[in-house]
């Protein structure tokens, strides 16, 4: 294979790579907004594939944020863009694992799925401050402000919109889903017009 040959094979990959992320980004927002609306197990079977479908696009997105922005990267970028690729991973993995089996490998996924959000989130949150701490980050700073509030605001937020507003609890990590998202389209557009 020639370099040309190798350089249009990872300017492809890169193009899918980002490519799902804006549109995982755009699917998590959908799928945050529809889990306000506090959902009915039947609405809710319809939603959770939706879901599952896109944290695989995010997941695979994973590498090209990396590959485009890992020159800036210091101790605290490293960890908290590493704790968010795993913790997302893991999620994804247990969010497929409950849409597909049944208890108790389901039971199991879901665990997963909440850990591995949870870690995700965390880890959103670190990576967040090091952009906004780097000046050598060329990634907008609005997605860092989104990740930084993927947790400490979207579960309040999740919490209190479907108690209060629609009436009933609901799932809180519709709230962290809609901003997490909402960076992930930040980070698509950005990588896109980069190219």
């Known amino acids: 294979m020639t370099q040309h040959e190798q350089r249009s094979a990872v ?30 197990e039947a609405e809710f079977e319809i939603v959770e594939p939706f879901g599952a479908f896109a944290m695989a696009l995010l ?54 799925f909440l850990l591995g959000l949870l870690v995700a989130m965390l880890g959103a949150l670190l990576f967040g401050v090091a952009i906004l701490r780097s000046d050598a980050a060329t990634i907008p700073r609005l997605s860092a402000y989104f990740l930084i509030a993927a947790l400490p605001v979207g579960v309040p937020f999740a919490i ?16 962290p889903m809609i901003l997490y998202g909402l960076a992930w389209v930040v980070f698509g557009r950005y990588l896109w017009t980069r190219q």
Do not use: C, H, Q
Request: aromatic content about 10%.
């Open 11 to 40: 300017s492809g990959w890169m193009r899918i790579s980002i490519l799902s992320g804006l549109i995982g980004g755009v699917s998590m927002i959908l799928t945050g907004i529809a889990l306000l609306s506090v959902l009915n």
């Open 59 to 112: 997941s695979l997105a994973l590498p090209a944020l990396y590959i485009a922005e890992r020159s800036w990267f210091g101790r605290l970028a490293k960890s908290g863009y590493g704790l968010m690729s795993l913790g997302w991973v893991v999620a994804t993995v247990g969010i497929i694992l409950t849409s597909l089996t049944m208890p108790p490998l389901s039971e199991t996924g879901f665990i997963a």
């Open 160 to 175: 209190g919109f479907t108690t209060y507003v629609m009436g009933e609890g609901a799932d809180p990590w519709a709230g």
